[in-house]
């Protein structure tokens, strides 16, 4: 029904709906990506021919749209068992930086959630960090 809806707005709009266009919808409708990288590798996989300017145009007219807001695109999916390297950067007031193993990034963030009384014997899933959105204060 989405999918439907989506692909009616976008001829609303006069795009012609493509074989690389419907590719990408169901990428974006099937998988949490987390930007627009991480789409345009997913369906390079699945078809050759999708540029990387194809996906970051498909996306600023499903934002234009209302369909998706790149805001809410951020989704940080590292389990305890990842063996990524660098997986998070975290810099400090005084500059000190420290760049995260996914292990330790789970580790910091299963550490801190205990500690407040929100976790329980589970395990953390995934994390959706938004953009700070704060008028008054200087989130950067």
Do not use: F
């Not at 029904?1 to 009616?8: D, R, S, V």
């Not at 789970?106 to 589970?122: P, T």
């Amino acid at each position: 029904m989405q999918k439907e809806l989506i692909i009616e707005r976008l001829k609303e709009k006069g795009c012609r709906i493509t074989k690389q266009r419907l590719v990408l919808l169901d990428i974006i409708l099937e998988h949490e990506c987390s930007s627009c990288k991480e789409i345009y590798y997913k369906a390079s996989k699945a078809d050759g021919s999708i540029g990387a300017a194809t996906v970051y145009r498909l996306v600023n007219t499903l934002e234009e749209i209302g369909a998706i807001s790149r805001k809410n695109m951020y989704k940080i999916a590292y389990s305890e068992n990842c063996s990524m390297e660098d997986a998070c950067t975290v810099v400090l007031d005084d500059t000190t930086t420290y760049h995260l193993s996914a292990k330790n990034w789970n580790s910091v963030v299963k550490a801190g959630l205990a500690a407040c009384g929100y976790l329980n014997d589970q395990k953390i899933s995934s994390i959706t960090v938004k953009p700070c959105q704060c008028e008054s204060v200087d989130c950067s």
